[in-house]
């Protein structure tokens, strides 16, 4: 059975930190390009970073303001997303993803029919409290 699954979510305070973890199962990331999303409360999904692991690039959402890192860990074949100085408004569901190209997940307004593995109804739930 071939599928992500985003992890590491929960509660924490304004300022606080977190690292999600993405894991793949029945298959290694190999080039893909894994993203990460989230969809807030009454907001629609939006694109949050994404890394090519073909050359390792990464991108960002503009909104973060340097605040998240998304890095591979290949020894244990997850994408993993640091988040740092957290505020209410990053409170989300995060989910993430794999495409062939990060231009795709994160710029492409089908970018949803675009993805090669992922489940939209597998995140992993972030709150942050004020």
């Known amino acids: 059975d071939v599928q992500l699954q985003a992890s590491g979510g929960g509660l924490v305070q304004a300022g606080g930190s977190l690292r999600l973890s993405c894991a793949a199962s029945?298959?290694?990331?190999?080039?893909?390009?894994i993203a990460w999303f989230r969809r807030a409360p009454g907001k629609e999904r939006e694109g949050v970073a994404c890394?090519?692991?073909?050359?390792?690039?990464?991108y960002y959402a503009d909104f973060l303001k340097g605040r998240f890192t998304i890095s591979n860990d290949s020894a244990k074949n997850t994408v993993d997303l640091q988040m740092k100085g957290l505020q209410p408004e990053d409170t989300a569901v995060y989910y993430c993803?794999?495409?062939?190209?990060?231009?795709?997940?994160?710029?492409?307004?089908?970018?949803?029919?675009?993805?090669?593995?992922?489940?939209w109804g597998q995140g992993t739930l972030v709150t942050v409290s004020s």
């Open positions: 890394i090519s692991l073909r050359d390792r690039s990464t």
């Open positions: 993803a794999a495409f062939y190209l990060c231009s795709v997940a994160l710029y492409y307004r089908d970018y949803s029919a675009h993805v090669i593995f992922g489940s």
């Open positions: 029945g298959f290694t990331f190999g080039d893909y390009a």
